[in-house]
């Protein structure tokens, strides 16, 4: 292959590409390079022969504007377009394991600063623990008697046991279960009440006040009384005992 077909061959893949800046910039100066050894070979022809570089790029269809740009480009590189290209792509892997160094050093940093954060909350939710064991009893704890303050105990342990689950648990540990008024005592005393059918007071929906139609909060008297002052509004009649306007 000759220096022409080489600087097409050049110019056609630096039409074709369509990658980054790198790519055109290293296809770029390829072309420079293959120009560079057209212009030398075909110098000593001449140009108003129609035998010289210009004469060339013309027929190979190379726009003499952008030939000049890569040959001055290629000849002010200090290398090859082989090595410009290796170059650049040793700095972009070294930028690559730079970035991923910092992407490492964020991420240690991150995991530091959450374990630093889990401490600190599990610290509070220990202390609020704490606080909540401290006061999640009645006042009159102490005074109660042991049974109340075993049973007491469970029913605070859990947001909602059964009278059945609460038999079934005093018989497996051994304790004398009382009886159900004394249970729903204890209940009433720890806050842990049962509503009707043993659900809990909490999952019972609430009883919204259902309106009362009028007629039925009007006696009959007061309804008859009220007619009449509407009909005589209408045919424009006095009721008894109104007032007169002099």
């Known amino acids: 292959m000759d220096e022409v077909e080489s600087m097409i061959?050049?110019?056609?893949?630096?039409?074709?590409?369509?990658?980054?800046?790198?790519?055109?910039?290293y296809l770029g100066l390829k072309v420079g390079?293959?120009?560079c050894a057209v212009r030398r070979?075909?110098?000593?022809?001449?140009?108003?022969?129609?035998?010289?570089?210009?004469?060339v790029l013309k027929q190979a269809h190379i726009p003499m504007q952008t030939a000049y740009r890569w040959i001055n480009q290629y000849e002010a590189c200090d290398v090859t377009p082989e090595e410009w290209i290796a170059r650049e792509n040793a700095k972009l892997a070294s930028a690559d394991e730079a970035a991923r160094?910092?992407?490492?050093?964020?991420?240690?940093?991150?995991?530091?600063?959450?374990r630093g954060f889990l401490k600190i909350a599990e610290s509070a939710l220990r202390e609020a623990d704490q606080i909540v064991k401290a006061n999640w009893q009645p006042k009159d704890w102490d005074q109660k008697p042991e049974q109340w303050r075993t049973f007491g105990k469970k029913l605070l342990?859990?947001?909602?046991?059964?009278?059945?689950?609460?038999k079934g648990w005093a018989s497996m540990n051994g304790h004398e279960l009382p009886s159900l008024k004394t249970v729903q005592r204890i209940?009433?005393?720890?806050?842990?009440?049962?509503?009707?059918?043993?659900?809990?007071?909490?999952?019972?929906?609430?009883?919204?006040?259902?309106?009362?139609?009028?007629?039925?909060?009007?006696?009959?008297?007061?309804?008859?009384?009220?007619?009449?002052?509407?009909?005589?509004?209408?045919?424009g009649k006095k009721t008894?005992?109104?007032?007169?306007?002099n």
């Open 41 to 55: 070979k075909f110098r000593a022809r001449g140009s108003r022969k129609g035998l010289g570089f210009q004469a």
């Open 187 to 235: 209940r009433d005393w720890v806050g842990r009440p049962l509503g009707p059918y043993g659900k809990p007071v909490d999952t019972l929906p609430p009883r919204l006040p259902q309106p009362v139609p009028l007629s039925y909060r009007l006696t009959a008297l007061k309804r008859k009384e009220l007619n009449k002052k509407a009909a005589d509004a209408r045919w």
């Open 9 to 25: 061959l050049a110019w056609e893949k630096y039409q074709q590409s369509d990658g980054g800046h790198r790519q055109n910039y």
């Open 157 to 166: 342990s859990c947001d909602y046991v059964s009278n059945s689950d609460l």
């Open 33 to 35: 390079q293959n120009c």
């Open 101 to 114: 160094e910092r992407g490492r050093k964020a991420s240690r940093e991150f995991q530091r600063r959450l």
């Open 240 to 245: 008894p005992g109104a007032s007169t306007d």
